[in-house]
């Protein structure tokens, strides 16, 4: 195993079989070493800085029925909502004066948000906020739409590729969606000049290791500007509602061998893991993340954008999820940067707050 880990840091490439064995043998001690190099490594790029990404929760309308998500179309305890132009500029204004420089437009996949509505929003935002990175986190489209979302100005496009394993997909998905066209769309955010962001949830129902050593491989050759992970979470109104959460440690584990293998990736400490655990963000970041996602969804709607449950920051205002997050970042020895905080090598400048 340490012979595993000393060439993981090294190559920052394993074979699927060591990326299992990894996952496998698993215990404190390797969690430790493998937290310790992840934070080595991370510091030479990055430093002490943890970016911050304002999350705007556009609309929980879904025409998906993902079973692992609360908003999925066939939720009819769920209650649906979606930001106006309006709201959604607002939101953007008040985190600009809270220090973000970079807004994700995160929703179900509405119908609504046509090319020409969500292309009118991203434009809209890169006017009143040229210096402001705008990512989109709107599912699955076709290419002539993400290309002209690109040419609206759009920077960043996160869809998380749920599962490396086409049979697991299908597990976690009905048969309209597929682990190809998932795929796909990333490949084409990518040709398109998209930075990209991929991901799974850790412990998701049906889950193996093997399926987890196949996602570090998929890092590994896709090599993703940003990788989102946290733990599975069952939604009470969802078919997965009996299954268990996914745990903090598999999850900061993972986080840590990320980290080695793709050294300058943007990796957030999720939401979901600070729902697992009350210091579950402060542990990702310790274990190698460097980006957390702060909520600047108007109170009144948080609470329906409930992909599982249990959600935290739902009811605090924008100023106090940042505030919030500031300190908790500060009391382990980390801080919050202002700035668009693009993939390292072609990074802006920022300030500290
Ligand atoms: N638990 C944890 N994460 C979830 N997501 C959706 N539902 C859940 C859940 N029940 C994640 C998916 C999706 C992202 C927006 O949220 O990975 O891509
Ligand atoms: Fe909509 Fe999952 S049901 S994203």
Redesign the pocket.
Known sequence: MREIIGRLAETHSLTVEEYEALIEGRNDEYAGLLRKLAVRVRREIYGDAVYVRGLIEVSNICRND?Y???IRRSNANCERYRLTDDEIYACCDEGYGLGFRTFVL?GGEDSYFDDEILGGIVRGIKSRHPDCAVTL?MGERSYDSYEFLRECGADRY???H?TADPEHYARLHPPAMSWDNRMKCLEELRSLGYQVGC???VG?PYQTVRNLAEDLKLVETFRPDMC?I??????KD?P?RDFP??TVELTCYLLSIIRLIHPAVLLPATT?LGTVDPVGRERGIMAGANVVMPNLSPVNVRKKYE??DNKICTGEESAQCRECLSERMRKIGYEVVVGRGDFAGNDTPHDRV
């Open positions: 993902c692992y998500c609360g995160q986190s996160l869809l998380r749920e991901g799974f949830m998701s989102g946290g733990p599975f979470i069952p939604h969802t997965f959460a996914g979901a992909l599982y």
